[in-house]
């Protein structure tokens, strides 16, 4: 007669009992048992040899109770059990995560946590997604082209009074978006995109870097910089012909960018259709914008989802976020992807 050895490889407190998985590695082919006893009686009962061990204690809602132990054998398991479990107890997923991922970012644990139970997830981004690709931020205060005022080139009446000039600064801009290329952050959301995990991102830049990383339900809410057309009559026209200083083919009118130029309207269909999806969205996730702006800033208002905050800076701003992550978008959105990654069978 061979003594069998089960290692404990998952202990877990509940109200008055002590659950354990055990196991064996026998011929190479895992075998758990369930343990569980009565803290009061000292009595224990087992379970026969199975292959999942998981499956062996999911009648306990352990997930909703408290890690006392995870094995190396069990934890990217475990991990996929609670990035995927909805909770309502945080102090239980606190608990999880501390004992899972004792290296890892809590908070960007808890997003990874939301973005996978979510049932509806709607990214809004703004200049701080574009800035790890080394675009240029025409609009920051050092930024301004040729130290020039804003509402000097980026306004419609600079395309009447002053088009040699608005041609120059815009094709600046279109060149500098050449040179540039989405960085690991946009196309980490295009793949959460396509695995389900988000709907649709809003965005307020105009540089095109989530479509060009592969993301397929875009609403571009300021435009997009090189969708060129006629100012008077419509038709598009190819970057090309903008900055070669082109009439249009058709009307001989004045060639523009299709962003928005101040005291312009909103894109009315982007818009709307970003907001209605915005408000019915179980999650938001707001990424590299300021907040100053309305209608940008309502955001966390107008949401009836879990709203997650993610900046550079973050102030005041984001005080009514249930979730705020300080750090650069890149970084932090590529760590809550290698979260994903740990977790066995996951992504
Ligand atoms: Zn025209």
């Not at 090309?240 to 082109?246: G, I, P, Y």
Request: glycine share 8%.
């Amino acid at each position: 007669m061979t003594t069998e050895i089960w290692n404990t490889l998952l202990s877990i407190g509940g109200e008055g009992i002590l659950i354990e998985v055990k196991g064996q590695d026998a011929e190479k082919q895992w075998k758990f048992r369930r343990v569980v006893t009565d803290l009061e009686t000292g009595d224990r009962s087992f379970s026969n040899a199975e292959t999942d061990a998981l499956a062996l204690i999911e009648s306990y809602a352990w997930l909703s109770l408290y890690p006392m132990y995870i094995d190396e054998a069990l934890v990217n398991q475990v991990k996929r059990k609670i990035l995927t479990h909805s909770y309502r107890n945080d102090s239980a997923f606190s608990a999880w995560t501390e004992k899972c991922f004792p290296e890892r970012d809590k908070n960007q644990v808890k997003l990874a946590n939301w973005l996978l139970t979510s049932k509806s997830t709607i990214v809004l981004t703004g200049a701080g997604m574009s800035t790890e690709s080394n675009l240029p931020d025409f609009r920051s205060k050092e930024g301004w082209w040729r130290s020039i005022d804003p509402i000097t080139v980026a306004a419609p009446e600079a395309l009447d009074n002053n088009y040699e000039l608005f041609t120059d600064f815009y094709t600046a801009r279109l060149e500098a978006l050449e040179g540039t290329a989405p960085h690991e952050g946009h196309q980490v959301i295009a793949d959460w995109e396509e695995r389900g995990f988000v709907d649709a991102v809003a965005t307020q830049n105009v540089d095109g870097l989530h479509t060009a990383a592969g993301s397929k339900n875009v609403y571009e809410l300021h435009g997009s910089l090189k969708n060129i057309y006629c100012h008077n009559c419509g038709a598009k026209a190819a970057p090309s012909d903008f900055k070669a200083k082109r009439k249009c083919g058709v009307c001989g009118g004045k060639l523009r960018p299709g962003v928005i130029l101040f005291g312009e309207m909103l894109p009315q269909e982007a818009w709307n259709t970003a907001l209605s999806r915005i408000k019915s969205a179980s999650l938001i996730i707001v990424i590299g914008t300021s907040l100053e702006v309305y209608p940008a800033n309502q955001l966390p208002l107008l949401a009836s989802g879990r709203t997650v905050y993610l900046n550079a800076e973050v102030s005041s701003s984001g005080q009514d976020f249930d979730l705020v992550l300080e750090g650069k978008a890149k970084t932090i959105i590529t760590e809550v992807q290698r979260i994903m990654h740990e977790a066995e069978g996951l992504v």
